[in-house]
Every structure is written in structure tokens, then in C-alpha cells.
Nanobody, 121 residues
Framework: QVQLVESGGGSVQAGGSLRLSCVVS????????MAWFRQAPGKGREGVAA???????RYAHSVEGRFTISLDNVKNSLYMEMNSLKPEDTSMYYC???????????????WGQGTQVTVSS
């Protein structure tokens, strides 16, 4: 089991940038697959970006080329750089981790509490 704490959300104008962070604590000695998800009010949880510890990444088509997921194993932290933000990116963003590689499917066992991103036009 791991505990996940996100930060870095906020309010920006369209075209702006934000960097989300997720600090991992607990069973950090084991290999975990990690991902970012988002969920807007009244909508399902959407996979945004996923990463394996060896550096393989996967992105939702809606964010490909604008978002970059990265992992710092020394700091036990997951990041997501978000550029060229659009109003439709407005959502609560969650960090997720599991010993199974669920990629962008929301079946991860461990979730953070979320950080809100709001993009105004």
C-alpha cells in the first residue's frame, strides 16, 4: 500500500501552464505503476497519462503533445507538466498507483485526494 498526496492545482487562463505533483509514501520499495486521472462534475474518471518506472508513457489523445508525465524515483514523486491548457481541461486531477499496470483504466488500487485545476477562457 502507498499513500498519495497531490498538489499544484490552481486557476489559470487558457494557454497557461501548471505542474502537478504527487508525493508517494508507504511501500516505496516496491515497483508501482502510476498514472494521472481527472474527473469533472457529472462525468466519469478519465485517464490522462500513465507511466511505468522504466519510462514508458501513455497519454489520452486529448492531452497528447500538451501534457508530460514524469517520475522521480529519488524523490518518490510523480509529476505532470500541463501546457497550453484549455477550458475543457478544467477538472479535479488525481494521482493513482498500483502493482498492476492498468495504464489509463481507472482500476488502480491507490488514489490521492485530488487537486483542482480550473482553466478560464
Amino acid at each position: 500500500q502507498v499513500q498519495l498526496v497531490e498538489s499544484g492545482g490552481g486557476s489559470v487562463q487558457a494557454g497557461g501552464s501548471l505542474r502537478l505533483s504527487c508525493v508517494v509514501s508507504g511501500d516505496t520499495g516496491s515497483r508501482y505503476y502510476m498514472a494521472w486521472f481527472r474527473q469533472a462534475p457529472g462525468k466519469g474518471r478519465e485517464g490522462v497519462a500513465a507511466i511505468e518506472t522504466i519510462g514508458f508513457t501513455r497519454y489520452a489523445h486529448s492531452v497528447e503533445g500538451r501534457f508530460t508525465i514524469s517520475l522521480d524515483n529519488v524523490k518518490n514523486s510523480l509529476y505532470m507538466e500541463m501546457n497550453s491548457l484549455k477550458p475543457e481541461d478544467t477538472s479535479m486531477y488525481y494521482c493513482a498507483a498500483d502493482r498492476v499496470n492498468w495504464l489509463l483504466f481507472p482500476r488502480y488500487k491507490n488514489w490521492g485526494q485530488g487537486t483542482q485545476v480550473t482553466v478560464s477562457s
